[in-house]
């Protein structure tokens, strides 16, 4: 059973613009899913109908197999959650405890629910020791993380992050990827992002799917989904640093043949070639 998925979804905006096209999408439960795609492909635009803020033109959204025309609004919220690109658009409250509340809150939780559920989703994205500090006086990493937790204190069993990396510096990257690969694994939730740090997508994820002017032109695993390297390209993106390397010694002569995208991959395949060469050579 696909906890999420898509069935030949399609979207115009009112303006007549058709911005997706048959789109299948489909995640199990457990999975960290990638959405590659240039900006204006319709990444975005996907996501606010996962959990309902946008309604299909044509075909539909399935939340474990039920469509969420069927479903009543709270029970998709608390279901899955978004967390927007630019967490100054979902941060409202004055202080961190006061906007990571809100949503149990509106669930109508006691009193001692919500200090549990924002105490443990603050904890998690290690940020409980700033729940009093004003969300004006945050970096924006911390920010970041602020909408996660809010989204966290919920329940969810999907969360979907668009962009979740964007605008922050290389290190930041790294740990927000680790924090969310850490979220997962306590949680068991299923966390669905689209990012441009292709570098990170096969350390972190089981499953890609790639976009390009509306549908979806790639998907399978980080080695499916890179090896086909026109098709990424085409769609204005570009391969891990380590499989451009390899692509590289390819043409460099070194029978690489398999397209390293980790750090460990890169070292194998450039070993196994040398270690080739020289016993073509006869020096072994």
């Known amino acids: 059973m696909y906890i999420l998925e898509t069935d030949n979804l399609d979207f115009s905006y009112p303006d007549g613009y058709k911005a997706l096209h048959g789109i299948n999408f489909r995640v199990s439960q457990g999975e960290i899913v990638a959405l590659l795609g240039a900006n204006g492909c319709g990444k975005t635009t996907l996501f606010q109908h996962f959990n309902g803020l946008f309604k299909p033109s044509q075909g539909k959204v399935l939340l474990k197999e039920v469509p969420l025309g069927e479903m009543a609004g709270e029970e998709v919220f608390r279901t899955v959650g978004l967390v927007f690109q630019d967490p100054n658009d979902q941060l409202f409250a004055a202080t ?14 006691s ?11 603050l904890k998690m994205v290690e940020m409980w020791q700033h729940r009093d500090k004003s969300i004006h006086h945050l970096s924006y990493g911390q ?10 204190s919920l329940g969810p069993e999907v969360m979907v992050m668009d962009e979740p990396t964007a605008g922050m510096d290389p290190r930041g990257v790294s740990n927000l990827m680790k924090l969310l690969l850490n979220i997962q694994q306590q949680t068991g939730c299923t966390v669905v992002i689209s990012t ?38 085409e769609a204005g993106l570009r391969l891990p640093r380590l499989a451009h390397l390899g692509e590289i010694l390819v043409k460099d002569g070194l029978a690489i043949n398999r397209l ?5 991959q ?7 070639a040398v270690e080739g060469k020289v016993t073509e050579r006869g020096q072994v």
């Open 266 to 272: 890169a070292r194998e395949a450039v070993l196994d």
């Open 143 to 152: 920010k970041k993380k602020v909408a996660i937790a809010g989204i966290l």
């Open 196 to 233: 441009h740090h292709v570098d990170l997508v096969p350390i972190f994820c089981q499953r890609v799917y790639v976009m390009n002017q509306g549908r979806i032109v790639l998907s399978g695993t980080p080695q499916e989904v890179f090896s086909d390297k026109k098709v990424i390209r």
């Open 260 to 264: 390293p995208l980790t750090i460990g």
């Open 96 to 109: 961190v405890y006061e906007d990571v509340s809100y949503g149990p809150t509106n669930l109508g939780l």
């Open 111 to 121: 009193k001692d629910e919500i200090t549990q559920r924002v105490e443990k989703a």
